[in-house]
């Protein structure tokens, strides 16, 4: 990932749209769903990091929101990498990225809800399966969790 550079970015700027842009053409759109205007203004609140290439076009993003009942614990939402930058270590450096991010915030645990297809992706980086398959947005997921260290 040389020259690549992985940052948060702040809510309502226009990096933040063109992130909610790439996550509605890899998570929304294949699926059929739309973001609400309640969803949309509801995620002031939470972390948003990307991954940029050598160009500062946004190629990835994902979601860090801290859980209200325990602030040593945030879930990871949202994840999404481009399809044409995808299998050449962009989402797993992201992925590492926000563990270091969290880290640096006290947080202790990330817990996330992994489409089936990207269980794998995650057992990759240390992530644990929770518990039975479920269905969130139609399709099969499963609850993962990891302790940072």
């Not at 990225?97 to 645990?109: I, P, Y």
Request: charge should be positive; charged fraction near 25%; hydrophobic fraction near 40%.
């Amino acid at each position: 990932m040389k020259n690549w550079t992985f940052e948060e970015i702040l809510y309502g700027t226009p990096a933040y749209d063109s992130a909610l842009k790439l996550r509605d053409k890899v998570l929304r759109e294949p699926l059929g769903l739309e973001f609400t205007v309640d969803q949309i203004s509801q995620e002031w609140q939470v972390n948003h990091l990307v991954a940029r290439d050598t160009h500062s076009i946004i190629r990835g993003v994902l979601i860090l929101q801290p859980m209200l009942n325990d602030a040593k614990q945030m879930k990871m939402r949202q994840v999404a990498i481009d399809p044409y930058c995808q299998s050449i270590g962009v989402g797993s450096t992201l992925v590492k990225f926000a563990e270091k991010f969290a880290q640096a915030h006290r947080v202790q645990h990330f817990v996330l809800n992994a489409r089936s297809t990207a269980v794998s992706f995650y057992h990759k980086l240390d992530y644990k399966i929770q518990g039975k398959e479920f269905l969130e947005v139609g399709i099969p997921h499963f609850k993962m969790s990891k302790k940072l260290v």
